[in-house]
T-cell receptor, first 113, second 114 residues
Framework: NAGVTQTPKFRVLKTGQSMTLLCAQDMNHEYMYWYRQDPGMGLRLIHY???????AKGEVPDGYNVSRLKKQNFLLGLESAAPSQTSVYFC????????????FGNGTRLTVT | AQSVAQPEDQVNVAEGNPLTVKCTYS??????LFWYVQYPNRGLQFLLK??????LVKGSYGFEAEFNKSQTSFHLKKPSALVSDSALYFC????????????FGAGTRLFVKA
């Protein structure tokens, strides 16, 4: 049971380049989330999904897009990377949105130069 | 709007001493409260949660937390700290009014000295 798997683990982009971060979970969870972690700011919610084919904006959605074509996968896209998007990105999933804990991947460290 | 405050950037304790990591929250409805721990280069791991019922909840690795509604606090505690407890700790809250989105505090780094 792998849990939540994120790829890649590390990436360096130049300003203006694009990329997609992949999150996969094997727990049959309905709910999936993308967070970014910055020093002193905790985790901030970028986008989330309450089921296959659905997505919604979180606290800091600008500059990011997401897709949830399959229940087990949640993709985060950066169309034109900016230095302000240098961060550690975490994907999480949960069985329910109210009382159940979040299961996290190990993160993707992205640097935009 | 929901918010979580962890007033201490860092907490230092000696091994064997009790530890407390503080958390206060603000929500408009009944809160669902969580603590997570993060070790270097890893994702967050769940420690414990308060949903309803007994105000004192026990979790993984000997940690516990007390829900105090009047003080809107959910402090994390452990009777006897271990060097291996050194990590980054996050308090988090959800409520129905916030669409059950999980909001995290800024984190508190716990350093346990041998």
């Amino acid at each position: 049971n792998a849990g939540v798997t994120q790829t890649p683990k590390f990436r360096v982009l130049k300003t203006g380049q694009s990329m997609t971060l992949l999150c996969a979970q094997d727990m049959n969870h309905e709910y999936m989330y993308w967070y970014r972690q910055d020093p002193g700011m905790g985790l901030r919610l970028i986008h989330y999904s309450v089921g296959e084919g659905t997505t919604a904006k979180g606290e800091v959605p600008d500059g990011y897009n997401v897709s949830r074509l399959k229940k087990q996968n949640f993709l985060l896209g950066l169309e034109s990377a900016a230095p302000s998007q240098t961060s550690v990105y975490f994907c999480a999933s949960s069985y329910s949105r109210s009382t159940e804990k979040l299961h996290f991947g190990n993160g993707t460290r992205l640097t935009v130069t | 709007a929901q918010s979580v405050a962890q007033p201490e950037d860092q907490v230092n304790v000696a091994e064997g001493n009790p530890l407390t990591v503080k958390c206060t929250y603000s929500v408009s409805g009944n809160p669902y409260l969580f603590w997570y721990v993060q070790y270097p280069n890893r994702g967050l791991q769940f420690l414990l949660k308060y949903i309803t019922g007994d105000n004192l909840v026990k979790g993984s690795y000997g940690f516990e937390a007390e829900f105090n509604k009047s003080q809107t606090s959910f402090h994390l505690k452990k009777p006897s700290a271990l060097v291996s407890d050194s990590a980054l700790y996050f308090c988090a809250v959800r409520d129905k009014a916030g669409g059950f989105k999980t909001i995290f505090g800024a984190g508190t780094r716990l350093f346990v000295k041998a």
